[in-house]
């Protein structure tokens, strides 16, 4: 229904970024009218300025290693050097022709796609550039922005992955500020393109929401590729002059470079929008929700990194999704953050869903947890690739597996069987008995759960 200035549907969604999009995409499908407003770019901060960028970047990184390292495998190439420009057009052609096929399926749902800053201005509308849209139901799906530390300004040589993304040289020192996801990622990708790289993380290990066995390891392989790092020491200070950036930390050391990278987290994109005004219950800027993601306000619902949780694109789909199906009146799973499988991608990746080891003993008594570790040492696949790492596995006592924790070269593929084995409360047995081809780096998967059921093959008992 469409009068001068006010469209009305079933929903209107803020934010046209995974949660967001993919909300408008499931409703259409379910036969509901759909306004999605969007600021900037349909997709959003994933595929512009997230994942899919950024693992075009570390694609272009694993080149750069195999060619370097191609005298192991008996092959003579040589790394002339690395052409900013030329990886950037790469880049940017992936993100192109995703961009444009997601563009064309938002068409061709019938969503009505609206272009513009957008407002809440009652519980029901939306305002963008003085017209006013409204919905049965809002969803509000603004997503996240970088977040720097207090009197840490963003600019010059100090950036976030913002604009680190569109550098159009290889910076020879860089400092990267956070051990997190984010931040080990450009580290990774740098380090592979030649720079020198130096990580500061204030908690006491790198990936510090990993098991901890993954941190060691990842640790231990990050120092052999020469990607320097303090943990447990917090930053202090910064300044940028012509000849670099200077950054001291609380232990009174002091580190030089060409560039810091600030990757110390994101904060949700909420500041100024309405919600407030609206009577959204709110915490530090987040979107407070309940387990069918609804706000406090009846018919406002909230999704992806707005919401407290895990930043990740699937889970802001996943969210789009609930809501689109629970508006239409079905009756969706909610969705829990604990089994929400986690890559780090990187050299080495990290794959991991559900408890750690710690987490695991600590929810369900120190006494009841089993934990195995297969080391990819005795993999074919691993051997081939020349990489090394392991999948440790937490069991519960005579129970199922409730967490699956990878390590090593492009381990975050088998993300997919360890979250099924999780999230379907898979015992070591069932996984035992599934057969996994030869030889393939999922094998490890079915080894590992070979020796916790008690039968291991190509591992010690
Ligand atoms: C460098 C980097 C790498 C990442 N890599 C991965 C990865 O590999 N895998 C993964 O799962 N996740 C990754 N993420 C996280 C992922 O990008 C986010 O979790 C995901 O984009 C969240 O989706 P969202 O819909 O909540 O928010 P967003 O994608 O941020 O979308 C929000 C949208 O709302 C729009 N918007 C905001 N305010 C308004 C307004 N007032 N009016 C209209 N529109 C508005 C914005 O323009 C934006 O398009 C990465 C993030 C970064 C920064």
């Known amino acids: 229904m469409t009068s001068a200035e006010t469209t009305s549907a079933d929903i209107v969604i803020l934010g046209g970024g995974s949660g967001g999009y993919a909300c408008a995409l499931r409703a259409s499908e379910l036969g509901l009218s759909v306004i999605l407003v969007e600021a900037d770019k349909l997709g959003g901060t994933c595929l512009h300025r997230g994942?899919?960028?950024?693992?075009?970047?570390?694609?272009?990184?694993?080149?750069?290693?195999?060619?370097?390292?191609?005298?192991?495998?008996?092959?003579?190439?040589?790394?002339?050097?690395?052409?900013?420009?030329?990886?950037?057009?790469?880049?940017?052609?992936?993100?192109?022709?995703?961009?444009?096929?997601?563009?064309?399926?938002?068409?061709s749902r019938n969503v009505t796609f609206v272009e513009g800053h957008g407002r809440l201005t009652s519980p029901t509308t939306v305002e963008v550039a003085g017209a006013t849209y409204t919905g049965r139901h809002v969803v509000l799906a603004t997503g996240s922005f970088a977040r720097s530390l207090p009197g840490l300004d963003i600019g010059g040589r100090i950036m976030t992955s913002d604009q680190a993304l569109n550098l159009d040289y290889v910076p020879e020192r860089v400092i990267v500020l956070g051990g997190g996801v984010i931040g080990v990622e450009f580290a990774s990708v740098w380090r592979s393109f030649g720079s020198q790289v130096h990580i500061v993380e204030g908690l006491p290990?790198?990936?510090?929401?990993?098991?901890?066995?993954?941190?060691?390891?990842f640790e231990r392989a990050y120092?052999?590729?020469?990607?320097?790092?303090?943990?447990?020491?917090r930053f202090a200070s910064a300044t940028q002059d012509d000849a670099g950036v200077h950054v001291t930390l609380e232990d009174g050391t002091a580190h030089d470079a060409d560039l810091l990278l600030v990757a110390v987290g994101r904060g949700p994109r909420t500041d100024g929008l309405g919600y407030e005004q609206a009577g959204i219950a709110m915490e530090r800027g987040w979107v407070l929700v309940d387990d069918h993601l609804q706000t406090n306000v009846p018919g406002v619902y909230a999704v992806g990194d707005i919401t407290p949780g895990l930043q990740l694109a699937h889970?802001?789909?996943?969210?789009?999704?609930?809501?689109?199906?629970?508006?239409?009146?079905?009756?969706?799973?909610p969705i829990d953050d604990v089994n929400i499988p986690r890559v780090t991608y990187s050299?080495?990746?990290?794959?991991?869903?559900?408890?750690?080891?710690?987490?695991?003993?600590?929810?369900?008594?120190?006494?009841?947890?089993?934990?195995?570790?297969?080391?990819?040492?005795?993999?074919?696949?691993?051997?081939?690739?020349?990489?090394?790492?392991?999948?440790?596995?937490?069991?519960?006592?005579?129970?199922?597996?409730?967490?699956?924790?990878?390590i090593g070269a492009r381990i975050g593929e088998q993300i997919g069987e360890a979250q099924a084995i999780v999230n379907w409360e898979a015992y070591p047995d069932d996984v035992a008995a599934l057969i996994h081809a030869h030889p393939t780096q999922n094998e490890a998967m079915g080894e590992a759960h070979l020796a916790l059921a008690g039968k291991p093959l190509h591992a010690h008992a």
């Open 205 to 217: 290990r790198l990936v510090p929401a990993e098991d901890e066995a993954l941190s060691k390891a």
């Open 51 to 107: 994942c899919i960028p950024t693992k075009a970047l570390l694609h272009a990184a694993e080149v750069a290693d195999a060619a370097r390292d191609s005298a192991h495998f008996g092959v003579k190439a040589s790394l002339e050097g690395i052409d900013m420009p030329a990886v950037n057009s790469y880049r940017d052609g992936v993100v192109g022709r995703l961009y444009k096929g997601l563009q064309g399926l938002v068409k």
């Open 347 to 406: 050299e080495p990746e990290i794959g991991s869903v559900g408890l750690t080891e710690a987490a695991a003993r600590e929810q369900h008594g120190a006494d009841n947890v089993a934990v195995y570790e297969y080391n990819l040492g005795g993999n074919g696949k691993s051997q081939i690739l020349a990489t090394t790492g392991f999948i440790k596995l937490v069991q519960l006592k005579d129970g199922p597996v409730i967490g699956v924790h990878m």
């Open 315 to 333: 889970r802001g789909f996943a969210h789009g999704i609930f809501v689109a199906e629970h508006i239409a009146g079905l009756n969706p799973r």
């Open 223 to 233: 120092r052999k590729r020469g990607i320097t790092f303090t943990t447990g020491v």
